[in-house]
């Protein structure tokens, strides 16, 4: 049901209608005594009215999951630093040298075994660089993944600023102009100053 169109049913007494701006599914509706908001496509009541003085203004602003996004900037920074790792150290080069096979003298003392777990490990040791660069190459394919997921889920809203209250959110509309109607008929405008229009009389002679 279109209620920006049959917002007249909702009036006070006395109150009349001076905006009215569909969004999507809903929109605002500024009354002389009040600005009514529906929000049918949006989480919780699909109909806000706020009284005139409490909207502290309107304005377009974006949002999004920010979980997808931390979790981005997570596997980023763990991305960039395993590859940096794995682009200065060399391990490698430092137990390529390096060799534990005695023969037959290791067996004889009973720590052939434990010799050969030691040069596996120095073995991997060797390919550890090669890994951080593998993992961190991962971790930055999944970092962008995920930021654009988070990217992909930013909307528009449109903000109507509510003092004492929560704000309402409603899909902003492409046209930024409208954001301007709705706030320039929620302001009211400024009176006219006392002697604004009002003829200032001359002064008088000065004395001979």
Known sequence: ??????????????????????????????????VLVFTPDREGSNYRQVDRPNVEGVNVTTSGDWSFLEL??????????????????????????????????????????????????????AQLDDLMRLFGGLAL??????????????????????????????AAPDDES???RIEAAIVPEAPPSETEGTAQPPPDDPLP
């Open 141 to 170: 394919a999944f970092a962008a993944v995920v930021l654009g997921v988070y990217l992909w889920s930013r909307d528009r809203l449109l903000v109507v600023r509510v003092a004492g209250d929560d704000d309402i959110e409603l």
């Open 72 to 125: 981005g900037v997570k596997a980023l920074v763990i991305g960039v630093v395993l590859v940096a790792a794995g682009m200065t150290v060399s391990l490698d080069s430092l137990v390529s040298n390096v060799s534990l096979d005695s023969g037959g003298a290791a067996s004889a003392v009973g720590i052939g075994g434990m010799l050969g777990m030691l040069q596996t490990m120095l073995t991997l040791m």
């Open 178 to 180: 409208v954001v301007e």
């Open 1 to 34: 049901m279109d209620w920006v169109a049959r917002a007249e049913s909702l009036l006070y007494d006395g109150e009349v209608i001076e905006a009215d701006v569909r969004l999507d599914r809903g929109g605002v509706v500024v009354t002389s005594h009040r």
